[in-house]
Nanobody, 116 residues
Framework: QVQLEESGGGLVQPGGSLRLSCAAS????????MDWYRQTPGKERKMIAS??????IILDDSVKGRFTISREPENKAYLQMNNLKTEDTAIYYC???????????WGQGTQVTVSS
């Protein structure tokens, strides 16, 4: 059983910053990928950032230059979000998946609202 817990969401003004945290626990194989997705009403979840345990980073064009993904040992990941825009408003989800596995584990999500 794998569990993920996100934290750090909230309300922020445009141009502000937030840092999301994610902690994964349970039977997790390595190497693995910890990713961040987001979802807005009426749209599918979209991956915006991915970081492998080996350090490979993928960022969606919509967040490049503003968001940074990082991780620590013991399967903890972070999403630093700077210069937030109203269009970043969404529910943000953390996931973890082992290399070569089709099992994708999701956190419960954390709401980020960017509004003046």
């Amino acid at each position: 059983q794998v569990q993920l817990e996100e934290s750090g969401g909230g309300l922020v003004q445009p141009g502000g910053s937030l840092r999301l945290s994610c902690a994964a626990s349970g039977n997790i194989s390595s190497p693995n990928f910890m990713d961040w997705y987001r979802q807005t009403p009426g749209k599918e979840r979209k991956m915006i950032a991915s970081l492998s345990s080996g350090g490979r980073i993928i960022l969606d064009d919509s967040v490049k230059g503003r968001f940074t993904i990082s991780r620590e040992p013991e399967n903890k990941a972070y999403l630093q979000m700077n210069n937030l825009k109203t269009e970043d408003t969404a529910i943000y989800y953390c996931t973890i998946r082992a290399l070569g596995s089709t099992n994708l584990y999701w956190g419960q999500g954390t709401q980020v609202t960017v509004s003046s």
